[in-house]
């Protein structure tokens, strides 16, 4: 039923954020581009791949919500490590639960990127 229900594009960036491949402005800083710094977000700390999907306030509460929404009740990750095992643990297998998960992964972390890369841009 959910078999590959998230947007490519979506399943695209989820891709390059488990590879820890996406352009957050520390990232940027590193190949020398002099940028704002600051979570276009939150507004509160410097950006980085982790803060952005680990602790940034306004990812947490849409995280809290969409999590909310699809009855899936586990604590939320505060490291990389965490995030991955977390990642694999509610979306292993086939069943309903699994594909729902991973389709609200991806389609979260998307939906996140767009909106960060929209107030930047």
């Not at 977000?41 to 809290?64: Q, R, T």
């Amino acid at each position: 039923m959910f078999k590959n229900a998230a947007k490519p594009k979506a399943t695209f960036t989820l891709w390059i954020l488990l590879n820890r491949k996406l352009a957050t402005v520390d990232r940027l800083a590193k190949w020398g581009m002099a940028l704002n710094k600051t979570c276009v977000l939150c507004k509160n700390v410097d950006e980085s791949l982790d803060h952005m999907f680990l602790h940034c306030h306004y990812v947490g509460e849409v995280w809290e919500r969409l999590l909310q929404w699809i009855g899936n009740h586990s604590n939320r990750p505060r490291t990389w490590a965490q995030f991955i095992q977390w990642s694999i643990q509610n979306g292993k297998g086939k069943s309903t639960r699994a594909q729902l998960f991973k389709m609200i992964l991806a389609e979260g972390v998307y939906a996140l990127w767009n909106e960060r890369n929209k107030r930047i841009f």
